[in-house]
C-alpha cells in the first residue's frame, strides 16, 4: 500500500456525529482526508440495510475523491460493498482468513496496542497498523491504557519500516510529536466528526502531517 494513504485517515460512524454522516465526511473529504474507515459500532449503531445503505454511499463519496474506503471488522460488508480494505482488532477476523478468502488487493489494517501484536500482526501480513490509543479518549469506552509517545516509538523501532497509524486521542497539535516519534499518519475520530468546521480541521491535519513528514 501506499504509506501517505495514511498520513490523515478519518474514522467515523453514525453515532460519531450529531449531523448527517455524509455530509460530515464529504467535508472531510474536502479538507483533504487521505483515507477513510467506516467503524458503525456502538449505542445506536445502524445494522442492515442501513448499515449497506450508508456503507454504499460513503464509498461512493469517498471514491469521488480518490480517497482509499475501508470498512472496520465487518467483513461481509466490505465484501458486499467491495470497499477497498478491511481494518481488524485483535478480536476480530484473522489476517490469514481475510488473505485466504478476500480480494487480494486488498489493503489490510490491524490495531496493536504493544509490541507483540505490532509484531505478530507484520508476521501475519498485516499492510499497516494503527497502533494505540496514544492517548486517553472518549470515543472508544474499552479502550487500553494510553502508550504515549514512548509507546509508539517503541513500537516503530520493533516493526521496521511498516506503516504505522497513530490512534486515540489525536487532536491538532500532537502531530508533530507522533510523526515525530515513528508514524506514517494520525488515525482521528472526534477532532474532525466533532468539530463545528470538519473541512477546516481536515485541512490543518492536512497541512501539518504534510509539513511534519517532510522532515523525515
Ligand atoms: N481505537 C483506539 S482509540 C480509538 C479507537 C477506535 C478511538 C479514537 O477516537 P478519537 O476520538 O480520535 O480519540
Ligand atoms: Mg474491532
Not at 21 to 47: D, H, S
Not at 84 to 97: C, E, P, R
Not at 129 to 140: D, H, W
Not at 194 to 200: D, H, K, Q, V, Y
Request: hydrophobic share 40%; with cysteine.
Amino acid at each position: 500500500m501506499n504509506r501517505s494513504w495514511l498520513r490523515v485517515y478519518f474514522i467515523m460512524g453514525s453515532n460519531n456525529t450529531t449531523r448527517n454522516p455524509l455530509e460530515v465526511l464529504e467535508e472531510a473529504l474536502q479538507g483533504g482526508i487521505t483515507m477513510f474507515q467506516f467503524r458503525e459500532k456502538g449505542k445506536n449503531a445502524y445494522t442492515g440495510d442501513m448499515k449497506l445503505d450508508l456503507a454504499q454511499k460513503m464509498k461512493q463519496l469517498c471514491h469521488q475523491y480518490n480517497v482509499p474506503f475501508i470498512v472496520n471488522d465487518d467483513v461481509d460488508l466490505a465484501i458486499a460493498v467491495n470497499a477497498d480494505g478491511i481494518h481488524v482488532g485483535q478480536d476480530d477476523a484473522k489476517v490469514d482468513v481475510i488473505k485466504r478468502t478476500c480480494p487480494s488487493d486488498w489493503i489490510i489494517g490491524v490495531s496493536a496496542t504493544n509490541k507483540d501484536e505490532a509484531i505478530q500482526a507484520m508476521e501475519d501480513g498485516a499492510d499497516y497498523i494503527g497502533v494505540g490509543p496514544i492517548y486517553s479518549t472518549k470515543t472508544k469506552s474499552d479502550a487500553k491504557k494510553p502508550i504515549d509517545i514512548i509507546g509508539l516509538a517503541y513500537i516503530r523501532q520493533a516493526v521496521g519500516d511498516l506503516p504505522i497509524v497513530a490512534i486515540g486521542g489525536i487532536g491538532m497539535t500532537n502531530v508533530f510529536p507522533i510523526i515525530k516519534a515513528g508514524a506514517d499518519g494520525v488515525s482521528i475520530i472526534s477532532a474532525i466528526s466533532n468539530a463545528n468546521n470538519p473541512r477546516s480541521v481536515a485541512q490543518v491535519f492536512d497541512a501539518y502531517t504534510s509539513y511534519a513528514v517532510s522532515f523525515r
